[in-house]
């Protein structure tokens, strides 16, 4: 590979950023094609003047992400994403047997002294002064013709503050024009759910085990569910190209609620998939902005936005209780989301919005997820160390992020009685067999699922205890 050119400024830091960057600009422009060798981290690094382990941490990425293949004697080149031709296949017929999913998901009474209910973030940590701050710094600048109703795709501030925010850290491709405010992940889904079924979809494929809050909103919709299994390299694509469905939900950068994230292998799979039946894919990245080991893996979206649907919000990173979220589209699919807000709710709370394109240009977001990552990191190692101590027979699972825990108990324990004991002993967590389709809960090893996010170490420690306590006491005697 010979002109390889990868702008870098030296001033701005993140130089293994700035190097994935570039490559993945230079893979969506097509000027570096599938098949293309790269040269060696060694050979890089000394051609961009940098230290070998930045260029090492850029092809990690871009590896981890499905832009570079990486194989022992062949060394590291672009992996096979190349535009697909116009021609859509004929899709599947899509008729698979319908498989109900479970569909509650009640939180526990509030006053709960050791409450792992899973979803919630910390809501005590959340920046009042500086959403106040941010809500008068709009309040003050924004023209009263902008108090009728709003474009109901969202204000233009906040669309431009978010394409540039999601670029940037969610390696999407972003622009204003792609980007929908909606009322939360939930709502992208509702809205997107019914321009599949106008679109002729019957079927959405789910991942197995799956959010049980979203089930039903999703079935009320009036589209069937097939439920497709997670493994530890998360969903499984030949098992959705059995399903025949041609549209596909899934948590990529962390699974929910296993944990896992998508292998390279498999994203380059469902993006083939989803070229392959003329398909999309919903793109749930519910809680991306918190991976503690590594740099998080960029959004599926950003490997291909004429497939790929990106939904986000809020609700983990500051507050549910605010009900905004964004969905980036492909054009033609974000002009008719924008429609449908305009068909059916007119758009989202203006000043709001304002201040949430505020506290994103201030830098207040991204200094309060600087905060927040260091304290749910704390947590979680807490969290998981006091179950090694105290559960020394279960199992984490999944990578180190996000604000729950996916923790398999010994098998032969009852999921049912081991909460119910620890409810007794004021533990509230949930259990993960409800959270599996009926045909797979019973061979699904017991499991809970805990939302470390509120509590501080020390009451970690002792729920654990707890929880150690709720499942011997099980199976002693
Ligand atoms: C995996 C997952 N996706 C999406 C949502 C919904 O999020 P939002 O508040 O953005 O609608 C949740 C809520 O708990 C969730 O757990």
Not at 161 to 187: S, T
Request: hydrophobic share 45%; charged share 25%.
């Amino acid at each position: 590979m010979t002109d390889l050119h990868l702008p870098l400024d030296r001033g701005a830091g993140r130089l293994a950023a700035q190097i994935a960057a570039g490559f993945r600009a230079a893979v969506r422009s097509g000027r570096l094609t599938a098949g293309t060798r790269l040269p060696s981290s060694r050979d890089l690094a000394r051609d961009l003047q940098v230290s070998r382990g930045v260029v090492v941490a850029a092809y990690e990425q871009l590896t981890a992400e499905g832009f570079f293949i990486a194989r022992r004697g062949d060394g590291t080149r672009i992996a096979p994403l190349a535009r697909p031709d116009d021609t859509a296949p004929e899709p599947p017929a899509a008729d698979p047997a319908p498989a109900a999913l479970p569909s509650c998901d009640i939180p526990p009474d509030p006053g709960v002294p050791y409450d792992l209910w899973p979803s919630q973030p910390d809501l005590s940590a959340f920046p009042r002064e500086r959403w106040i701050a941010a809500t008068r710094a709009a309040l003050r600048t924004l023209p009263s013709e902008e108090l009728t109703y709003p474009d109901p795709g969202g204000v233009r501030p906040l669309r431009t503050e978010l394409a540039g925010y999601l670029g940037r850290v969610r390696a999407a491709v972003a622009e204003p024009g792609r980007v929908v405010i909606m009322n939360g992940v939930a709502h992208g889904l509702s809205a997107l759910v019914r321009l599949l079924l106008a679109d002729g979809h019957r079927v959405l494929a789910v991942e197995d085990p799956t959010s049980v809050r979203q089930v039903p909103m999703l079935e009320a919709a009036g589209i069937r569910l097939a439920p497709v299994p997670v493994d530890r390299d998360g969903l499984d694509v030949a098992a959705l190209a059995r399903t025949g469905a041609r549209a596909v939900l899934v948590t990529p950068a962390h699974q929910y609620p296993t944990g896992v994230v998508l292998s390279p292998a498999r994203r380059a799979e469902l993006i083939a998939w989803a070229r392959d039946v003329d398909g999309l894919i919903l793109e749930d990245d519910y809680d991306a902005e918190f991976r503690y080991d590594r740099e998080p893996v960029g959004c599926l979206q950003g490997v291909d936005p004429d497939r790929v649907v990106l939904l986000g919000s809020v609700s983990k990173s500051l507050a549910p209780a605010l009900r905004l979220g964004w969905a980036v589209a492909p054009p033609a699919l974000a002009t008719r989301l924008r429609e449908h807000r305009g068909h059916t709710d007119l758009g989202a709370p203006v000043i709001e919005q304002y201040a949430l394109a505020e506290f994103l240009r201030s830098g207040g977001y991204d200094r309060h997820l600087r905060t927040m990552r260091r304290r749910y990191r704390a947590r979680r190692d807490a969290l998981a160390e006091a179950l090694a101590a105290f559960l020394p027979r279960a199992a984490v699972r999944g990578v180190s992020a996000g604000i729950h825990l996916y923790v398999e108990l010994p098998s032969g324990c009852d999921e049912d009685a081991v909460l119910a004991r620890a409810a007794a002993s004021g533990v509230s967590a949930a259990g993960a067999r409800e959270m599996w389709s009926p045909g797979r809960a019973a061979d699904a090893p017991p499991a809970l699922v805990l939302g470390y996010a509120r509590l501080a170490e020390n009451h970690l420690v002792k729920a654990a205890e707890l929880l150690g306590k709720a499942v011997t006491e099980g199976t002693e005697g």
